[in-house]
């Protein structure tokens, strides 16, 4: 009876290879092959008031067809279907301040845009702000700003296998390479091309990167991710008498500075007594970068930890739309503000 609810299904398929050759007068000749591939699956479930509600699921990485086959889609659809099913008659997330355990596919999509977008130096420079905005992470910020509780920490990682943003060199030939972003909780590193590395008396870690030999390339992220911490996510939840998990981002929007966010999330469950209770549908939450990951107090360990592509990071005009990966695991968060029906 709950699947007659599902109007719409959707597949998605993406394999693409890229062959490049960088030469430069310094000598350089270096050569690389790239190949990504990706799956998402959606479902579509209507009420009888004809309001809708989409579940999905997906992933992309650098790999072959065995990635695609490992996603395991046909039992995935059946969970996504059923879940797409119940959620559309589950009631409201509440609103208020909450405690949240958030899942790794919504960390990753918040390093990418609270932690990603503003350590780009060359929005920080105000090189770049036409499409993707500025940042508030000024030099003078480096090596002293509190970004998180001290249980943070985050890595730029070139290296990191299967990451889209994984590469031998950028487009500007500089090598792959990790670098340090955020230290038990204090920000420490920029992502940086050569000249707007230059600008602040540092060198290139390697994130000039384009899209095309035609485009120029910008300060664009590579795979940015929140290191784990300890413990299984069964331990985040038994440490939450009351508050709520919520799984999958559905949208999001973010000031120009990446100070402020919204999202929200396709799914949303009640814990209570440090157990996952009821679905509820439209979580939503907001909040200001620092504080939000300076109420962070608890990381999953490295057994929850999980890489997730994002094939389209925008940036640029014209548009360069660049793939990146961020790892996560789930986390627990106290005192976020819910912005729900009730």
């Known amino acids: 009876a709950s699947h007659g609810r599902i109007q719409v ?21 270096l050569r690389q092959e790239i190949t990504f591939v990706g799956a998402w699956i959606a479902a579509i479930a209507r009420d009888n008031t004809g309001y809708t509600y989409r579940r ?11 990635y695609i086959e490992a996603l395991n889609l046909q039992a995935e659809a059946e969970r996504v279907g059923q879940e797409a099913a119940e959620l559309i008659v589950a009631p409201w997330a509440p609103s208020g301040t909450q405690t949240l355990v958030l899942s790794s596919d919504m960390i990753a999509l918040m390093v990418h ?4 977008h503003p350590t780009e130096l060359d929005r920080v420079l105000g090189w770049e702000a036409a499409f993707a905005g500025t940042s508030f992470l000024m030099p003078d ?17 070139s290296l990191l296998p299967g990451g889209l943003g994984t590469f031998g060199w950028d487009e500007e030939g500089t090598p792959a390479q990790r670098t340090p972003i955020v230290r038990e909780g204090v920000f420490t590193g920029y992502l940086t091309s050569r000249e707007s590395a230059r600008a602040i008396g540092m060198q290139s870690n390697g994130c000039g990167r384009a899209t095309s030999w035609g485009r120029i390339p910008l300060v664009r992220m590579v795979n940015l991710s929140l290191e784990p911490g300890g413990g299984s996510f069964d331990n985040l939840i038994a440490g939450v008498d009351d508050g709520l998990y919520v799984e999958t981002p559905s949208s999001w929007s973010l000031d120009d500075k990446r100070m402020n966010f919204h999202f929200s999330a396709e799914l949303c469950r009640e814990i209570k007594g440090g157990k996952l209770g009821g679905l509820r549908k439209g979580a939503a939450f907001q909040g200001r970068t620092p504080q939000f990951w300076g109420a962070v107090e608890g990381i999953a360990g490295p057994e929850e930890w999980r890489v997730w592509g994002f094939p389209h990071c925008a940036k640029g005009e014209p548009l360069q739309l660049c793939p990146v990966s961020h790892g996560a ?14």
């Open 56 to 66: 999905s699921y997906g992933d992309m990485k650098q790999g072959g067809w065995e």
């Open 113 to 116: 845009e609270s932690c990603g």
């Open 329 to 342: 695991s789930p986390i627990l968060v106290r005192g976020v503000a819910m912005s729900g029906h009730k």
């Open 9 to 29: 299904s959707t597949s998605t398929l993406h394999c693409s290879r890229f062959q490049k050759r960088f030469v430069n007068t310094l000598g350089a000749d």
């Open 141 to 157: 910020m480096l090596g002293n700003f509190q970004y998180g509780a001290p249980l943070v920490n985050m890595t730029a990682d």
